[in-house]
């Protein structure tokens, strides 16, 4: 059945993106529990909302460093926002290199700052690239199963 | 962005008859934060929790939401880091308008920020990723506040309350201990009742009425009381000497608890937490009290002489009060105090106790330190405006006729409050009450001010026979924005007399802390003798500067970021009798350094007003920290530049060797 071999892949999926370290495995299945039927859509519902706004918060961080006199203040907020969304996600990789990212920060290293956010950045992109297909596959396989 | 929380309303009502062995159902929790995942994932955690959830992103609609209904919700969760106002604002602002209990969370799990949460009053910190075993026992800070709320109402000893309250007390005992979704949920239906019966005349309220004690509202009551006489005011003929519409006898009486809980705390009967406030506004009255002959002592002149040396001021204040030129150092009330305040500092204080304690102190501080560098007049503007900030700090101090526990108080609340306490108390008798009355009144401008006293007080426990007020009173001076940010700029103020009584006397400070420190001065010379117990204070000082100074953006910033450095220097160097004073010290320290951006106060705006408060008051400070603050804000403002100050305070900090101690 269709929605056998979407469950399949979905499932090979999810495990890839553990196994890559992408997404947490503890926290993602934490909040698969709190999945019920009166809100089918949660996991979906906050994948989507953290793609959406870890990109924003990436983006803010990256306009905080380059305005002069650097807007610390707002940088700080983004980060530990993002540093908290991801954590609350599972985002596993994005919080590692958030957490190097506030850690440099708050050394005033910039240069190593700045080489983590561009590292932040990339991980950002893999992630929202493969959560993108993940998502898209769970909306399909809902669907499927009417 | 407000979804109201429909929590599943079945569960609400159901809850009532089956008996969960979980958590109380249908708490009412509203959540504040501005990433929507975590506020989604929240929102569904707390919903199987069975809590009745309303969720928001923004503080400002959050704060709307809380003063539309003030009844509407039973706790508030935030996060820390939101953009269009600072999580600890919000807390504090919460903690004075709505008096809930309030949690707040972050992905930040720094040590000083997580102080700053227990300084400002929350009531528990959580970390994210947040589980919702976090979640599901929250309702115990409910209970545990309404708890205490009854405790002090009850330890009051009003008649009003009597076997009302007793019983209601017990059946809430039931209800928090059984943690039964069932009971809960009835008692919590029995509170809303009693909320709507206002007529009735034995008030004991489960849950008391929310009614907000502006700092106006605070003072016609105090007044009332002074006018009957705290052991005749009943509530019936405060009520009718208020005069205030809308206002029920019940009000007042529960109001009149805490405020006589506060009192007696000031006494020297601390038990709560509050004790640090009140101790010291009691000891500080009567020091004040010898002080109050001093009034007349403009601020402005006093700004001006801010650069008064520390034996000046010794000499001066002794001078005021009526004593030899000697230091004012009164060993036996040092002892005294070291006694009290060596099992007083209960670690609460930190929190809320904290941040009050602060504010009382530093206004008390500022008024010792006027008497001796002020000339009459500023005493007198400064008393002045010390009544008009809150009387609850006054009050309290015209009972603590003690003069051990002046002492006590003085080394608890502010550096400053103490010297003065010191140099009366050994000469003069407690002031009267009326003295201490008016300066307390203003001393406690803001709700802040009066939680400081209580907090304050409890620290000194058995310091002054000032009716003990706890600090979870809070003593209903729901102070407006504006109030709060006075006290708030006191707080920082009171750095700089903290300074004094931490032992950074005059020798060591003087040449930094000179202009703010002109009243600083004298106190130092009392409190070297007090160091310990300074520290301990300093050690709260510094916590409750930090915030202020952070907050603050006008020149009261100035002040504040100094209190907050030489607080924090203060700590570490002085003798760490409490071991809170390293926390503090520590927590000041990062706030300073910091540059805190982010407004712990909602004083911001206030600074100027503040400043002009102040000046007004600081005759009235003598007692009161507030007018301290205003003091010192005045003359951080004219006289030193901020980095004057800074970086005097900074030098102190390094070669204090800043640390906890």
Known sequence: MASTALRQQLSIMRQSLFDEGILDHDQVSYLETLENEDDPDFIENIFTLFLRDSTKYIDSI????????????????????????????????????????????????????????????????????????????????????? | MLNLGYCKGSMSTASSGGVSDQFPVGLRVLVVDDDPTCLVI???????????????????????????????????????????????????????????????????DGKNVVMKGVTHGACDYLIKPIRIEALKNIWQHVVRKKKNEWKDMEQSGSVEEGGDRQQKQSEDADYSSSANEGSWKNSKRRKDEEEEVDERDDTSTLKKPRVVWSVELHQQFVAAVNQLGIDKAVPKKILELMNVPGLTRENVASHLQKYRLYLRRLSGVSQHQSGMGNSFISTQEATYGSLSSLNGLDLQTLAAASQIPAQSLATLQAAGLGRSTAKPRMPMPIVDQRNLFSFENPKLRFGEGQQQHLNNGKQINLLHGIPTTMEPKQLANMHHSAQSLGSMNMQLNAHGDQSGSLLMQMSQQQSRGQILNEATSSQVPRLPSSIGQPIVNNALASGVLARNGLAESGRGTGFNPVSQSSSTMNFPLNTTAELTATSFALGSAPGVPSLTSKG?????????????????????????????????????????????????????????????????????????????????????????????????????????????????????????????????????????GQEDLMSALLKQQQQAGIGPA
């Open chain 1, 62 to 146: 990256e306009k905080a460093l380059e305005t002069t006199p650097i807007d610390y203040p707002v940088m700080d907020i983004m980060m530990y926002r993002l540093k908290g969304s991801s954590a609350s996600l599972g985002a596993s990789k994005i919080n590692g290199e958030t957490n190097t990212l506030i850690k440099n920060f708050h050394d005033g290293d910039m240069e190593s700052g700045k080489a983590s956010l561009q590292k932040l950045k990339a991980e950002h992109a893999n992630f929202k690239e493969k959560l993108a297909v993940y998502v898209g596959m769970l909306k399909q396989a809902k669907l499927s199963e009417y």
């Open chain 2, 504 to 640: 950074m006397f005059p020798e060591e400070i003087s040449s930094e802390i000179k202009g703010p420190g002109g009243f600083i001065m004298p106190s130092y010379d009392i409190f070297s003798d007090l160091q310990h117990h300074r520290s301990h204070d300093w050690e709260l000082q510094n916590a409750g500067m930090t915030f202020n100074g952070s907050q603050q953006s006008n020149s009261l910033q100035s002040n504040v970021d100094v209190a907050s450095s030489v607080l924090a220097h203060q700590g570490f160097s002085s003798s760490q009798s409490n071991g809170q004073g390293r926390n503090i010290s520590a927590v000041g320290k990062p706030m300073f350094s910091a540059g805190d951006a982010t407004d712990h106060v909602n004083a911001q705006s206030l600074g100027q007003p503040l400043n002009n408060f102040f000046a007004e008051n600081l005759v009235r400070v003598k007692t009161e920290r507030v007018p301290d603050a205003s003091l010192q804000t005045t003359l951080f403002n004219e006289q030193f």
């Open chain 2, 42 to 108: 929240l929102e569904k955690m707390l919903r199987i929790c069975l809590y009745e959830v309303t969720k928001c992103n923004r503080a400002e609609i959050a704060l709307s939401l809380l003063r539309e209904n003030r009844n509407g919700y039973d706790i508030v969760i935030s996060d820390v880091h939101m953009p269009d106002m600072d999580g600890f604002k919000l807390l504090e602002l919460i903690g004075l308008e709505m008096d809930l209990p309030v949690i707040m969370m972050s992905a930040d």
